[in-house]
């Protein structure tokens, strides 16, 4: 059963012509529109401002306080929209929300194995954003596995697979070196290593081989050993 206008407006669906009675609003005018009761006019003013207004800092910081907070499914996706616009500018900011928004992250290693040869896109609504801003923004997730921030590393470790996983090899060798740095100093934490021996997937080098073939035949937790193995298949078929 197809939603009607009116559903679809309830959970921030705007259509092209809803966009253009708005279009001559100013940015005071649409920042008024931003907190509106009607989700859809949400969704129009989120529309606007990222391509009518520059997105400096305190725009970025405002749509992910509002990320925080919305509840409705369009609303949400015009939201991560407009800050993968602003690519390294939104990372450096976004990073910030990696593992608080929502309740989709795993708190604990799943019950089934991930069979697909391609990259899990992350649950996380800001690790997903950040995974489809591409290798700008990488430098900006690295430090994120430097920060002692254990909630934003595993959100973070996503995001970096994701990208590395799809995208050229140049410079790989010493994100590499981070991941297993990473692996290496919260080792005790299922998710972290788990998460890890993913990401390794995206990287052919002996030494990552060489520890995925390790965890393959050492690991406590046998998901781990069994991502250990998809992650080595992987990379053997590349």
Not at 39 to 45: D, F
Not at 74 to 99: D, P, Q, W
Not at 146 to 151: A, E, Q, R
Not at 168 to 190: G, P, T
Request: charge should be positive; hydrophobic fraction near 40%; proline fraction near 2%.
């Amino acid at each position: 059963m197809k939603s009607s206008n009116e559903q679809l407006k309830n959970r921030g669906y705007a259509t092209i012509e809803d966009v253009d009675k708005y279009t001559d609003l100013s940015e005071k005018e649409l920042l008024i529109l931003l907190k509106s009761k009607e989700p859809y006019k949400r969704t129009i003013a989120i529309k606007l401002l990222a391509n009518k207004v520059k997105l400096n800092n305190e725009i970025i910081t405002l749509f992910c306080n509002m990320l925080l907070h919305e509840n409705k499914l369009y609303t949400k996706i015009e939201l991560c929209n407009a800050l993968s616009k602003a690519s390294v500018e939104s990372a450096k900011i976004m990073v910030n929300y990696l593992g608080v928004i929502g309740k989709n992250q795993y708190k604990e290693l799943p019950d089934k194995k991930f069979n697909k040869k391609s990259y899990p896109l992350p649950r996380d609504i800001v690790a997903r954003t950040l995974a489809h801003m591409g290798v700008e923004v990488l430098p900006e997730l690295i430090k994120v596995l430097k920060s002692n921030n254990v909630v934003a590393i595993r959100e973070g470790l996503d995001a970096i697979g994701f990208i590395c996983f799809y995208n050229s090899k140049d410079y790989h060798e010493e994100i590499s070196n981070d991941l297993i740095s990473c692996f290496n100093e919260y080792i005790e934490d299922d998710i972290i290593r788990w998460k890890s021996v993913r990401a390794f997937e995206s990287f052919n080098n002996q030494i990552i081989i060489d520890l995925l073939t390790n965890i393959k035949e050492n690991d406590e937790k046998e998901i781990i050993r069994i991502e250990a193995t998809r992650s080595l298949n992987i990379i053997k078929n590349k």
